[in-house]
């Protein structure tokens, strides 16, 4: 009878051809193939359970039989599975090629300001923030200011948040006329007692003590509490403040934010030491913030999330003049000391960003850019032709700038109409 060989039970089926065009990429091999990812190789399991059984009559005859092998034969295929990199997905995120982000469009949706003090010159800082106020798809982030600039930044924060851009417009011109048009305050202005370049003035020691007030600040006092809304300016509605102050102890500079602002604040923030005694605030002697941080901005960058930062400069930093009276070198070492602190900080800034930190993008704003011989005049005077000249060139220098996008940026608006110039041409947003 003859003998047939049964079939050896445990002989595996045959194994799957790997690279047979039926096995297809899964999603986590492609997103892991998109991102870069390096093949790691892993052992295949043969498909035992997968195979489908063979027919009973296909069902290879004792003479074909193939001996049992002793172990499956490792299959090596490569596979890319991100969960068993051999490295972190975040690390080869972070080595892959980084498109550059998109222009951001211009002007800036979002701005922080620094505005500088300079008495009289501060009309330039009020044209600016007019024109500013027109443009309306710009918010304002954080302001700081010291002396003059301190008292637009209250009046813009106050204007906001009472009753928004049109009533911080309003505001700002009401206070500007009525420095020019009450004869209260054109003694103290022209005497120098608003201004923190104000030593130009020639008085004798007890007056240079700050013992002796030829005026007091009672005018400024009564016209900053009836017109600024402190409590709005203290409200969540208004945007951040930074208001400096010069401590007389120290001489360090006091920064004042919305919930300690008063009208003590920004007295003590426009105290000239020549003309006025210190500012008594919670038992500390405080003297114009211009001397300390005119304005601050170091300050800003650290409080302000806006990418952009645009610092109004009223005060002349150049003159080419060799100042020989007593007059003219009082004037001149005024106008430096303003710059001082403010060049010092812009420079820590740019530094910073050269060794690899991100501050905001700076701008500035110059009025000795605009108005010619800005230096040989007095930060005093409160002549309605003069202050209208610097309102006007602060308007012209902050349209320029709302029209000429820096590296980087794309100007996003051409032309619109604004709301308070209804005889203005009317043009959609476009890319330029």
């Known amino acids: 009878m003859p003998v047939v060989a049964e079939p050896a039970a445990s002989a595996p089926p045959p194994l799957p051809n790997v690279s047979s065009p039926e096995i297809k990429p899964s999603v986590a091999e492609m997103i892991a193939a998109a991102i870069g990812m390096r093949p790691v190789a892993i052992e295949a399991k043969p498909a035992v359970t997968e195979a489908a059984p063979l027919p009973a009559e296909s069902k290879p005859a004792a003479a074909e039989a193939k001996p049992v092998a002793a172990e499956p034969r490792p299959v090596t295929t490569e596979v890319k599975l991100s969960v068993t990199s051999e490295r972190p997905l975040a690390e080869t995120i972070a080595a892959a090629p980084i498109l550059s982000p998109p222009p951001r469009l211009w002007p800036p949706r979002k701005l922080s300001l620094a505005l500088q003090g300079g008495g009289t010159f501060s009309a330039f800082g009020w044209g600016v923030l007019e024109r500013l106020l027109e443009e309306p798809g710009c918010d304002f982030d954080t302001i700081s200011g010291s002396s003059a600039g301190a008292i637009n930044a209250a009046l813009l924060a106050s204007g906001l ?5 049109e009533a911080a417009r309003k505001l700002l011109a009401r206070f500007w006329n009525r420095m020019i048009n009450d004869a209260s305050f054109r003694p103290l202005m022209l005497l120098g007692g608003f201004s923190p370049a ?15 007030d030829p005026l007091d600040l009672d005018p400024l006092r009564e016209m900053l509490a009836t017109q600024i809304n402190f409590a709005a300016v ?4 208004a945007p951040r403040l930074l208001i400096a102050a010069t401590r007389v102890r120290d001489g360090s500079p006091q920064i004042f934010r919305n ?3 008063t009208t003590d604040v920004l007295l003590a923030s426009t105290c000239p030491p ?8 919670d038992g500390e002697a405080y003297w114009d913030g211009g001397f300390a941080a005119n304005p601050p901005i170091i300050g800003v960058v650290h409080e302000s999330s806006a990418a952009d930062l645009l610092v109004v400069q009223v005060t002349p930093e150049r003159d080419n003049a060799v100042p020989v009276t007593s007059a003219a070198i009082d004037r001149r070492l ?3 000391t303003a710059n001082a602190v403010l060049t010092a900080e812009i420079a820590a800034l740019e530094w910073a960003r050269s060794d690899g930190l991100h501050p905001p993008r700076i701008h500035r704003l110059a009025a000795e850019d605009e108005i010619e011989g800005l230096a040989q005049r007095s930060a005093a005077d409160l002549g309605p032709s003069f202050i209208a000249t610097l309102h006007q060139g602060g308007r012209d220098a902050a349209d320029r700038w709302l029209h000429q996008p820096p590296n980087g940026t794309t100007l996003a608006i051409q032309e619109r109409r604004s709301e308070f110039d209804p005889d203005a041409a009317t043009l959609d947003a476009v890319l330029v």
């Open 259 to 261: 919930g300690d602002i």
């Open 161 to 165: 948040a009472d009753g928004g851009r």
């Open 234 to 237: 203290r409200s969540a509605a």
């Open 334 to 336: 005024d106008q430096i």
């Open 198 to 212: 104000s030593s130009f003035i020639a008085f004798g020691p007890a007056q240079r003590s700050g013992r002796f």
């Open 274 to 281: 020549q003309l006025h005694g210190a500012v008594d605030i």
